[in-house]
């Protein structure tokens, strides 16, 4: 790889100063998802406590400040229930507001809840 010649220390002011815009506006974003999560109204989980996938989405709502309410159905008749009304074949279920969300798929709770 050749040295640039020539700028020096202009090119790397310019180039810093794009670092800094571009973290300054990453950061911009990350706070208002972050704010957006913490004030969407979360959903409701239907769960089993062997499930791999339940795990993964328990801790993506956790890890991204998402409120959830956890059903699990093996331990809850009522729970059972409400998952058989939804037509639920698989788990987790998911659903917030009025979108239901079969597995676990972060692109689409992030739909859900309004994100980009």
Partial sequence: MEAVKGGGRKDAGRLQKTIDRYNTELSLDTTDQIRKRKSSPGGVMYTTPTCGYCHQAKAYFSQHGIRFTEHDITRSKKARQEFEALNGRGV?????????????????????????
Avoid: H, T
């Fill in 92 to 116: 987790p279920l998911i659903v917030i507001g009025d979108q239901r969300i079969a597995g676990f798929n972060p692109s689409a709770i992030d739909r859900a809840l309004g994100l980009p």
